[in-house]
C-alpha cells in the first residue's frame, strides 16, 4: 500500500490519465482528491473509486482561475490534514480544432490558448501547494510534459511543444528551490496515449497511420493511460524519495520524433 493514507490532489482527475492514477492511488490506500471542471465526470469517478472500496473526494475548479485554485487548495489541506501529493494533469493539445497545424496556420489566439492551457493550470496549482508543502517539510509534485516538449512529435503545434518543453524546465527550476524542503518535483513525458480525448482522433487515422505509429514504437503498440499512471505513482511514491528534476520519457521506447 504505496499510499496509505496520502492525501493526493490530482488535477483534470475524473478522465484519461489523471483517472487512471487516482485510480491507483486510492487502490493502494490513497485518499484521492480529484479536482476536476465536470461535475458529471467526477460523481462517475468518485462513485466508482468508492464502490471499489477506495476513498475519493471530488473538487469542482476551472484550474485556470486564480481565485478558484487559491480558494480550493488550503481548503483541502484543511479539510484532509494535509496535501502530500500533488498531480498536475491538466492539458492537452485538442483544444484548438486542429493540433497540429504549422505555426504560420496558427492564429495568436490559438497560441494563447495552448500555452495557458498547459502551463497556467500547473503554476497555479503548483503556487497554492508548495506552501502548504514547506509547512509539511514533505511533498511530492508530479507534472505532465509530453514528448512534443522534447522535439520528438510530428503531430503537436509548435505552441503545444513550447508549453510542455516549459512544463520540462519548470520541473527541473522547482526540484532546485524545494529539495531542501524534502519536496520532489517531477514529471512525465508521454507518447500518444488512447485517452478519452485522444481515441477518437486515433480512429480517424487510416489503417496504415495506425500501422505505422505502432512500427515506429519499439514495444510495438501505443500508450494506454495506466501505462502513464503507473510511472506517475512510481514518482509520487516513497519508491522516488532521492528522484527529483526528472522528467521521464513515457514512449514505449520511441526516440525518434512520430506522434
Not at 127 to 142: D, E, F, L, S, T
Not at 224 to 239: K, T
Not at 250 to 258: C, D, E, F, N, Y
Request: glycine share 10%; net charge neutral; hydrophobic share 40%.
Amino acid at each position: 500500500m504505496r499510499f496509505k493514507d496520502r492525501v493526493a490532489l490530482i488535477t483534470a482527475g475524473a478522465s484519461g490519465i489523471g483517472r487512471a492514477t487516482a485510480d491507483i492511488m486510492a487502490r493502494e490506500g490513497g485518499v484521492v482528491v480529484i479536482a476536476d471542471n465536470n461535475q458529471g465526470r467526477l460523481d462517475t469517478t468518485v462513485s466508482t473509486i468508492e464502490k471499489a472500496g477506495g476513498r475519493a473526494h471530488g473538487k469542482l475548479v476551472d484550474a485556470l482561475d486564480q481565485a478558484q485554485v487559491d480558494r480550493l487548495v488550503p481548503a483541502v489541506a484543511q479539510e484532509y490534514g494535509a496535501i502530500d501529493i500533488l498531480v498536475n494533469a491538466v492539458g492537452g493539445s485538442t483544444i484548438i480544432p486542429q493540433p497540429g497545424r504549422p505555426l504560420e496556420e496558427l492564429s495568436f489566439e490559438e497560441w494563447q490558448k495552448l500555452i495557458a492551457f498547459n502551463l497556467d493550470g500547473t503554476f497555479l496549482f503548483t503556487h497554492a501547494v508548495v506552501p502548504i508543502m514547506k509547512r509539511q517539510k514533505r511533498g511530492k509534485i508530479v507534472n505532465l510534459a509530453s514528448i512534443a516538449g522534447r522535439g520528438l512529435s510530428l503531430s503537436s503545434s509548435s505552441a503545444y511543444a513550447t508549453a510542455k518543453g516549459g512544463i520540462i524546465a519548470l520541473t527541473r527550476k522547482l526540484s532546485l528551490e524545494l529539495g531542501s524542503y524534502n519536496i520532489t518535483v517531477n514529471a512525465i513525458a508521454p507518447s500518444l496515449t488512447l485517452t478519452e480525448r485522444i481515441r477518437p482522433h486515433w480512429n480517424q487515422r487510416s489503417p496504415e497511420a495506425q500501422a505505422a505509429e505502432i512500427e515506429r514504437t519499439p514495444l510495438k503498440r501505443v500508450a494506454e493511460a495506466v501505462d502513464q499512471a503507473n510511472v506517475i505513482c512510481f514518482l509520487a511514491s516513497s519508491d522516488a524519495d532521492f528522484v527529483t528534476g526528472l522528467t521521464i520519457d513515457v514512449t514505449g521506447g520511441l526516440s525518434s520524433p512520430g506522434s
